[in-house]
């Protein structure tokens, strides 16, 4: 079975500084991952998503990530932070069939001033 | 702005009540999510739709029942809930079921209160 392992509940960070949320995952499949964002009081927004093309794969607002296929990994960065980046990330993995994301259990960014 | 929306924005309920959500998407997906979120906890999944029927119930409770009247609305009728099933209700469409190749598109959520 496909799990999501997101190291660090809460990552607190100063603007300007660099921006590392990191995200395992369990596939016996080449997996779909995804990094999603849910800002305070709205619905989850997709980051990006690595689907096998590229393994550095860019996002949106700065944010990238990197399929690490030998330690099973796909963390998120950004060079600097910014205070609009305060939110949840959710880092997901997509079942083979049936659409199903199996989601970790989120990392709260903190930026602060 | 979220390309979908979902109505109302806030709901409070009694136990007794019976209230619907509202979803709607106009991108032409063919397939609509229900999912379920715990404060300070990943979205749980409720229902999928696929061209309108449905084809996934992560074993929901009856008291929760999913709608698709057509492609582009998704209805969650609500009745006889209970406290613990105060959360955000969010409805998600994507262009197919096979979420590696269409990413979901949330709408903002319906927060949820059964008093």
């Known amino acids: 079975a496909q799990s999501v392992t997101q190291l660090g509940s809460h990552v607190s960070v100063s603007e300007g500084a660099l921006v590392l949320l990191r995200c395992n995952y369990s596939s016996s499949v080449p997996p779909y991952l995804f990094w999603y964002v849910q800002y305070p009081n709205q619905g989850l927004q997709l980051l990006l998503k690595?689907?096998?093309?590229?393994?550095l794969v860019k996002g949106i607002n700065g944010f990238e990530a990197e399929f690490k296929k030998s330690e099973t990994s796909f963390h998120l960065t950004k060079p600097s932070a910014h205070m609009r980046d305060a939110a949840e990330y959710f880092c997901?993995?997509?079942?083979?069939?049936?659409?199903?994301?199996?989601f970790g259990q989120g990392t709260e960014l903190s930026v602060k001033p | 702005d979220t390309e979908v929306t979902q109505t109302p924005k806030h709901l409070v309920m009694g136990m007794t009540n019976k209230k619907s959500l509202k979803c709607e998407q106009h991108m032409g997906h063919r397939a609509m999510y229900w999912y379920k979120q715990k404060a300070k906890k990943p979205p749980e999944l409720m229902f999928v739709?696929?061209?309108?029927?449905?084809?996934i119930n992560e074993s929901v409770p009856s008291r929760f029942s999913p709608e698709c009247p057509n492609s582009s609305l998704l209805n969650l009728h609500l009745h006889a809930l209970q406290p613990e099933d105060s959360a955000l209700y969010l409805c998600?469409?994507?262009?197919?079921?096979?979420?590696?190749?269409?990413?979901?598109?949330f709408g903002n959520g319906t927060r949820l209160t059964v008093t």
């Open positions: 739709y696929s061209y309108e029927k449905l084809s």
């Open positions: 997901a993995v997509s079942e083979s069939q049936g659409g199903k994301l199996i």
């Open positions: 690595y689907t096998s093309a590229a393994t």
């Open positions: 998600a469409s994507s262009q197919e079921v096979n979420g590696y190749n269409s990413p979901l598109h």
